[in-house]
Nanobody, 113 residues
Framework: QVQLVESGGGLVQPGGSLRLSCAAS?????MGWFRQAPGKPRRIVAV????????NLADSVKGRFTISRDNATSTVYLQMNDLRSEDTAVYYC?????????WGQGTQVTVSS
């Protein structure tokens, strides 16, 4: 069982920045951030491999968001810059591998003036 605890969400003005953190109880899995806006399906935002050497970002956030991980502390980060109203959503951390997956509880990000 992998425990995932997200933090760092909040209210920010357009153009602002936030950094989300996901503390995991294991660092051997692929990790990713997903988001779900009201009335919309959950969508992938960013993925990082277990070593941190490879990342992938959704086209909608490329150039603005960065995913990284610190395996010494088993923490995955999502640095979000130049936030837009369309980035408003609940952001979820996910870990997967070895035929299973785990989700965090989600953290709300609201971009509004």
């Amino acid at each position: 069982q992998v425990q995932l605890v997200e933090s760092g969400g909040g209210l920010v003005q357009p153009g602002g920045s936030l950094r989300l953190s996901c503390a995991a109880s294991s660092n051997k899995y692929f990790m990713g951030w997903f988001r779900q806006a009201p009335g919309k399906p959950r969508r992938i935002v960013a993925v990082i491999n277990p070593s941190g050497s490879s990342t992938n970002l959704a086209d909608s956030v490329k150039g603005r968001f960065t995913i990284s991980r610190d395996n010494a502390t088993s923490t995955v980060y999502l640095q979000m810059n130049d936030l837009r109203s369309e980035d408003t959503a609940v952001y979820y951390c996910k870990a997967w591998g070895e035929g299973t997956d785990y989700w965090g509880q989600g953290t709300q990000v609201t971009v509004s003036s």
